[in-house]
């Protein structure tokens, strides 16, 4: 089946760190870039993070540079975001998403999400 | 950056009715315009991408339009599980893609 699958989230303190997977199954995850968007409680989609097919793009929505890292292993058809010095706003869902890039699209389109994994920044 | 912004932010309409939802973009975006859907509790779903192509499985009661800066997302006759919150997306330039604020399309 063609699916993400995030992990890693929970109940962290504002400073604290965290770490999400996403694992990919059923399709050649090494040709697709792939992304983080989370959704805080109630609140719109918010773009967070953008890495190519190979790693070699990378970027990151200005809330979130310099605390988080994203990255991926293409021999496990895993993606991951490092997220440090975490505040009360990043409290979210955060979603993994893999990304179509076509033609002079930079992102392009979001044709598969996973569930969802819920990050909740509290003392 | 680019800023995305919907109209309306909330509507009212009855199964059967044709429903438009417009997206504006800051500046000039050519075509790289998509469109999602997300019901309470899932992830969103893509229905359009580059402004008015349809993804695969999609029912075609919906529709993408525009270029530019403009943008409209239809659906010619709702149905009940239309009943969502539906976003538009820029993915044209760095330094990031970005969202609209969502239309939540509700019960008349």
């Known amino acids: 089946e063609v699916q993400l699958v995030e992990s890693g989230g929970g109940l962290v303190k504002p400073g604290g760190s965290l770490r999400l997977s996403c694992a990919a199954s059923g399709f050649t995850f090494s040709s697709y870039s792939t992304n983080w968007v989370r959704q805080a409680p109630g609140k719109g989609l918010e773009w967070v993070s953008s890495?190519?097919?190979?790693?070699?793009?990378?970027y990151y929505a200005d809330s979130v540079k310099g605390r988080f890292t994203i990255s991926r292993d293409n021999a496990k058809n895993s993606l991951y975001l490092q997220m440090n010095s975490l505040r009360a706003e990043d409290t979210a869902v955060f979603y993994c998403?893999?990304?179509?890039?076509?033609?002079?699209?930079?992102?392009?389109?979001?044709?598969?999400w996973g569930r969802g994994t819920l990050v909740t920044v509290s003392p | 950056d680019i800023q995305m912004t919907q109209s309306p932010s909330s509507l009212s309409a009855s199964v059967g009715d044709r429903v438009t939802i417009t997206c504006r973009a800051s500046q000039s975006i050519s075509s790289y315009l998509n469109w999602y859907q997300q019901k309470p509790g899932k992830a969103p779903k893509l229905l359009i991408y580059a402004a008015s192509s349809l993804q695969s499985g999609v029912p075609s009661r919906f529709g993408g339009s525009g270029s530019g800066t403009d943008f409209t997302l239809t659906i010619s006759s709702l149905q009940p599980e239309d009943f969502a919150t539906y976003y538009c997306?820029?993915?044209?330039?760095?330094?990031?893609?970005?969202f609209g604020g969502g239309t939540k399309v509700e019960i008349k």
């Open positions: 998403a893999r990304g179509v890039v076509r033609g002079g699209s930079l992102f392009g389109y979001f044709d598969l």
């Open positions: 997306q820029q993915s044209y330039s760095t330094p990031g893609t970005t």
């Open positions: 890495i190519s097919s190979s790693g070699t793009y990378i």
